[in-house]
């Protein structure tokens, strides 16, 4: 999470600056970042601890500025899942304790709901802008005006090292070629068309759920055998170095990439200033939309409340 808040990820970074970023290797791990930051996050709960999530922690920070950048907008309290709420329960006192609901929810509904680029949200539109730039560079060694000069040789080599030669990825996530990607774009289009075969496999996990077949019979010859381990399809990425701490706390010693999180951990950890307080359960925020996602998720736990005795009731009666 805290990668994809790296300052290449920025919306305001031009075309230039992005070439620069993609041929220095900033963006080699996207795909996987993107893809599975909801993922790492999802199977960390259930060992999650209140300490774990204090307001100076790394993963408290990293996932309030992951929330700043890519708010998923008006959630209503409604849409947020009952079973994330049971599993944070432990921590719903933490900061970050909307702000994690609230990703977690949105993430899980829009990949249900659309297979393709558009169900990453924002992070969906950048993987589509460096991947059109990589296509630009591997098909002419003198890209269109504007990509930062020719692409020589030796740069190219440089940007397989990061990126691998297969630059023509599939633009469904939950495909095994969304990652893996073809040396062609004949080969991706070749592959467009397999997902169209409406015999699929309904393992989940399997790399087949979207790759079918032209009859039902090649669908059971396959679910009659053991899907491969997914240790095969494992990755090693290169390391991408962690921005510098350029932002200085004149109270403590605490350094941030970013001013935004400077700000905010002035306010929380030296002013001490909480204006916006809940009429529920008075605890104090600092931004008023802070207090307004935690008023969200009273109103659902009165709403599955009311609910469970209007059942209770209808029960008793009977």
């Given at each position: 999470m805290q990668y994809l808040t790296f300052d290449c990820f920025e919306t305001d970074v031009s075309h230039d600056d992005t070439m620069r970023f993609v041929r220095s290797g900033?963006?080699?791990?996207?795909?996987?970042?993107?893809?599975?930051?909801?993922?790492?996050?999802e199977t960390a709960l259930p060992s999650l601890k209140p300490t774990d999530l204090g307001n100076s922690t790394d993963l408290s920070m990293a996932i309030n500025e992951f929330?700043?950048?890519?708010?998923?907008?008006?959630?209503?309290a409604e849409n947020i899942r009952k079973e994330y709420m049971e599993r944070c329960s432990a921590i719903e006192d933490a900061e970050c304790y909307e702000p994690l609901l609230l990703l977690l929810s949105h993430a899980k509904a829009s990949r249900i709901a659309q297979e393709k680029l558009k169900a990453l949200g924002p992070l969906g539109n950048t993987i589509i802008k460096i991947r059109t730039m990589l296509e630009e560079q591997g098909k002419t060694p003198n890209p269109s005006p504007g990509s930062s000069?020719?692409?020589?040789?030796a740069m190219k080599q440089s940007m397989i090292q990061f990126y691998g030669d297969k630059w023509y990825k599939c633009s469904r996530h939950a495909c095994y070629y969304f990652h893996e990607g073809f040396l062609n774009e004949k080969g991706l289009a070749q592959h467009t068309n397999r997902h169209e075969k409406p015999f699929?496999?309904?393992e989940m996990g399997c790399t087949r759920m979207y790759i079918g077949w032209s009859t039902?019979?090649?669908l059971k010859r396959h679910m009659n055998q053991y899907h491969p381990d997914p240790e095969t399809f494992s990755w090693?990425?290169?390391h991408v170095k962690k921005p510098p701490a350029k932002f200085q706390c004149n109270l403590c010693e605490k350094t941030?990439?970013?001013a935004?999180?400077?700000n905010t951990h002035q306010l929380r950890e030296h002013a001490k200033e909480r204006p916006f307080v809940c009429g529920v359960c008075k605890k104090g925020f600092v931004r008023k939309y802070e207090l307004e996602r935690h008023e969200g998720i009273h109103k659902n736990k009165s709403a599955g409340s009311s609910q469970g005795s209007a059942v209770l009731e209808g029960s008793n009666q009977e």
């Open positions: 900033h963006y080699a791990f996207l795909d996987y970042a993107s893809l599975h930051w909801y993922h790492h996050l929330f700043e950048m890519y708010e998923p907008g008006a959630v209503q000069g020719p692409l020589s040789d699929c496999c309904t039902e019979k090649e090693k990425f290169p941030y990439s970013r935004n999180s400077l």
